[in-house]
């Protein structure tokens, strides 16, 4: 891994290399999908950035704090009050986006939850832990593969980031993928992770001018632990004060990851947190395999089809 003071170096050294990029980060109130906004407001030039998330006042505070890193009259910022474990609303999104703008240069997914709960189902059917990791974000990918695709055929810079724990992968319940009838914790996170892993893969397979990155973010002071029970919330933060890493620091790597890094340009990556590249040794663990790869890929869009119906 590169060191902290050379990732910075690069990313101050690619502010003119995309004239007006757009970049939408999902969960982009909080977290790493906040400062990572933070940071491609300071590094690019006259950017556009929308911000999704659930909460009107956060999204506001955001959006303040982007027009102080970049207050030039040709950068534009927006909020878009979403629920991502929604299939219809990521429609909606997704709608507004296509109607707006002629390209996306960055998609960054990083929304989520730590929860103790067992499955609890959206009102489209959907457990809310697989919906805002897995379903609502590939969703998204696909509803803006337009927009993706334009940025990409301008030779511009075009990733996909889906920030998860990718390094669980393994195997899944093959005949019940949306877990409706095995559903543990356990399975919920192996679930969502290897699908991520998977959708990387095959989308860096049919759209080859863009990257898709699967990425572990590592332990940063974030407020993920926000609905964890209080005993757990409590424990989460006191080891979040010593070990974490801090979010402006991770904003760092993940900018780097999303948009600095030429090794990052093209193609399919799951990078541990040390921006290892783990993907031979999960192909060698035969767990990114093509037909796991379709079939995965067939249930989602019945679940999708599913939760338009509802």
């Given at each position: ?214 990425a572990h973010p590592g332990f940063v002071a974030t407020a993920i632990a926000r609905e964890l029970p209080w005993a757990f919330r409590v424990g989460a933060n006191a080891l979040g ?70």
């Open positions: 891994m590169a060191s902290l003071n050379k990732i910075i170096e690069r990313n101050k050294e690619v502010k003119d290399e995309v004239d007006g990029p757009v970049g939408v980060f999902v969960g982009g109130t909080s977290g790493i999908g906040e400062y990572t906004a933070y940071n491609f407001a300071r590094y690019t030039n006259d950017p556009t950035i929308y911000i999704i998330g659930r909460s009107e006042s956060a999204g506001q505070a955001v959006l303040k704090k982007l027009k102080e890193i970049n207050p030039s009259g040709n950068a534009h910022y927006y909020f878009k009050q979403h629920d991502v474990t929604l299939i219809k609303d990521c429609d909606e999104l997704c709608r507004a986006l296509n109607a707006n703008e002629k390209k996306v240069n960055l998609l960054f997914l990083s929304a989520g939850f730590l929860t103790t709960n067992g499955r609890t189902e959206t009102a489209e059917g959907i457990d809310k832990k697989l919906a805002v990791n897995y379903y609502g974000r590939w969703r998204i990918v696909e509803q803006l593969m337009p927009l993706l695709t334009s940025s990409s055929e301008k030779g511009e810079n075009t990733r996909v980031v889906s920030v998860l724990q990718p390094g669980n992968e393994g195997p899944v319940e093959e005949d019940d993928l949306d877990l409706k009838k095995n559903f543990t914790l356990f399975k919920a996170n192996r679930h969502i992770v290897e699908f991520n892993s998977l959708m990387v893969a095959r989308f860096a397979k049919e759209h080859t001018n863009m990257s898709f990155i699967h004060r010593v070990l974490a890493t801090s979010p402006e620091t991770s904003a760092e790597k993940f900018f780097y990851l999303g948009w600095s890094a030429p090794e990052y340009k093209t193609g399919s990556h799951i990078v541990s947190a040390k921006l290892k590249e783990m993907q031979p040794d999960i192909e060698k663990k035969g767990f990114l395999a093509p037909e796991l790869q379709e079939k995965v890929w067939n249930h989602t869009q019945e679940i999708f089809n599913n939760a338009l119906n509802k």
